[in-house]
């Protein structure tokens, strides 16, 4: 930690460089590619916001914008995001499925952005990721699941989605901001340089996306489905919905409908499916 009286600069932590701006673009932007431009900020309040609004003006799909650091990300319900500078990945892109994708299915693009960087995670950084229904990304820390990253997306007018993704680097276990949340670094990483975790991500999502629009939506077609569902930390174990309304429901999960639906099975032998709400993971009996 800064004194409050110490001037900070950008090289105040070594074990954190910037982001390599130049060379992410040369690396992500290429001709009828997914990214169009690519832009890293300092700092901002949140990239979703600022991505939103560029949006209404007509700012072109695969846009990306980065910030070192976020002064009010946000996460689902309104939950605030913070995290030391440069400790992580805080970025938005800017997704335009067109006319060939029906607006329904557009719910499944926080989980079709899940299984991207989870599978690019894989590749970058050699840890495993699981998903929790429907938008955190979890690792493991000394055997316990943990919170390292979220998924926000949001709808910005005119056909357009912007997909946040807020995701924990290099944090220490003294800079958590909760007991419960997690990092690559304490989930052992065997890299934890993030030009090349943010390459990886981008590159994965824009693999998954082009084969979901290609298939117009449909998460069976597309596969999407069937990945998500396999890397959901949430199917087969006992859960608590917390449901709009202050309402509960308890159960098993079961599976992933396709609209994109948490499906719990209680008791009684029902299914229901839960379309909003907060998951919470039960340990099972015994």
Request: aromatic letters at 4%; glycine letters at 14%.
């Amino acid at each position: 930690m800064n004194d409050s009286d110490t001037p900070v600069s950008r090289w105040s932590d070594l074990d954190r460089p910037p982001l390599n701006a130049s060379a992410l673009r040369r690396g992500l932007i290429r001709p009828g590619g997914l990214w169009t431009s690519l832009d890293v900020v300092p700092a901002t309040g949140s990239t979703n916001t600022d991505l939103a609004g560029r949006a209404a003006a007509g700012l072109a799909e695969g846009a990306v914008l980065v910030a070192e650091e976020q002064t009010a990300g946000r996460g689902r319900l309104d939950r605030r995001w913070t995290a030391p500078a440069r400790s992580g990945l805080f970025f938005s892109v800017l997704l335009r499925p067109g006319p060939d994708v029906p607006v329904r299915h557009h719910g499944w693009l926080p989980l079709l952005t899940g299984v991207a960087v989870a599978t690019g995670l894989a590749r970058a950084a050699g840890v495993d990721t699981s998903l929790k229904w429907p938008n955190d990304l979890l690792v493991t820390v000394g055997g316990e699941e943990r919170k390292a990253g979220g998924i926000l997306a949001e709808r910005a007018g005119d056909g357009a989605v912007v997909v946040g993704i807020g995701l924990n680097v290099s944090l220490r276990a003294s800079e958590l901001p909760v007991p419960t949340a997690g990092s690559l670094a304490l989930a052992n990483a065997v890299s934890l340089d993030r030009d090349t975790l943010l390459r990886g991500v981008l590159r994965s999502l824009e693999r998954w996306y082009g084969e979901w629009r290609t298939a117009g939506g449909d998460p069976a077609l597309s596969r999407v489905q069937e990945a998500y569902a396999a890397g959901c930390a949430t199917l087969g174990r006992p859960v608590r919905a917390e449901l709009p309304g202050d309402r509960e429901l308890a159960g098993e999960a079961v599976a992933i409908d396709s609209e994109g639906r948490l499906v719990v099975r209680t008791g009684d032998g029902e299914r229901h499916a839960v379309g909003a709400g907060d998951i919470v993971h039960l340990r099972a009996a015994g």
